[in-house]
């Protein structure tokens, strides 16, 4: 066990003033989670998952009582779950609609959290929301709706399929994920965002992107640590199925890149 990589969870947040049933009880207070699918992928591949707790003005703590430079020298690796919104006011707009008004408060923390590990060179996996944050801290921007915005663009989302909607993507030739599955440039993945890259971020390369209507499925930061995310949830595909991608290679790359730090 003292040899198991333990691997930093960016917090989901529940905020209760937002829309949705009445529940009383613990639902009445913020909760910071980490959904259990997430945690189970990382076990899958061998790693230990700790959620990283957020923190804000009204927190028992502040800020200024955390060192987010102990988090990265304790953690081998940074994980970025999906999640609410990226906040448009975090790339420079104002929200299209109070619905896209999207979560300030994890930005700033999930931002500050990323430059931790970039600094202590740990390596930095993002998913979903976690793609987008990761585009945005680099200057990219963000479609704050798809449908919206790029109504000539395929679905995304659709709540009643949730992560049965799929698509495919291409991988980009040349690229580590291209690397990674040398038998294979196309590949089968689950769709639930309504948000996506607008610019990508000069620091970043395009590692596969849906043939449909060009938007950007994964990313990479082309020189410094090891900083990569994808839109999908490899955490919902099932590897020993055909029907969508096999994420564990990618996995394994990740915590890899995790071991060597470590050393």
């Given at each position: 066990m003292k040899?198991?990589?333990?691997?930093g969870v960016s917090a989901r947040i529940y905020y209760p003033d937002g829309p949705?049933?009445?529940?009383?009880?613990?639902?009445?207070?913020?909760?910071d989670y980490l959904e259990q699918s997430i945690a189970h992928w990382i076990l899958a591949g061998g790693g230990m998952p700790v959620m990283i707790p957020a923190v804000?003005?009204?927190s028992l703590v502040q800020h200024s009582a955390i060192d987010l430079?102990?988090?990265?020298?304790?953690?081998?690796?940074?994980?970025?779950?999906?999640?609410?919104?990226?906040?448009?006011?975090?790339?420079?707009?104002?929200?299209?609609?109070?619905?896209?008004?999207g979560d300030k408060v994890r930005d700033r923390y999930e931002i500050a959290l990323i430059q931790a590990f970039m600094?202590?060179?740990?390596?930095?996996?993002?998913?979903?929301?976690g793609l987008q944050l990761l585009n945005v801290k680099f200057g990219g921007t963000l479609f704050q709706d798809i449908s919206t915005q790029r109504p000539d663009a395929r679905m995304h989302v659709d709540r009643a399929q949730y992560e049965k909607l799929?698509?495919?993507v291409e991988l980009s030739a040349g690229t580590r994920l291209a690397e990674l599955y040398p038998e294979?440039?196309?590949a089968r993945v689950n769709s639930i965002h309504h948000q996506s890259i607008k610019d990508l971020a000069p620091a970043f390369e395009a590692e596969a992107w849906c043939p449909e209507d060009g938007m950007v499925e994964a990313i990479r930061l082309?020189?410094?640590?090891?900083?990569a995310a994808v839109q999908w949830h490899p955490e919902f595909h099932r590897g020993s199925t055909s029907a969508t991608f096999d994420d564990a290679p990618m996995l394994k790359d990740f915590l890899d890149a995790a071991r060597a730090v470590r050393g």
């Open positions: 040899n198991t990589l333990i691997i949705g049933l009445d529940l009383g009880g613990v639902w009445t207070r913020k909760l804000d003005d009204e430079d102990y988090y990265a020298a304790k953690l081998d690796g940074l994980l970025l779950q999906g999640g609410n919104d990226v906040a448009p006011e975090s790339y420079g707009e104002a929200p299209l609609q109070p619905a896209w008004r600094d202590a060179g740990k390596p930095v996996f993002g998913i979903c929301r799929c698509h495919d294979r440039r196309t082309r020189q410094g640590p090891y900083v």
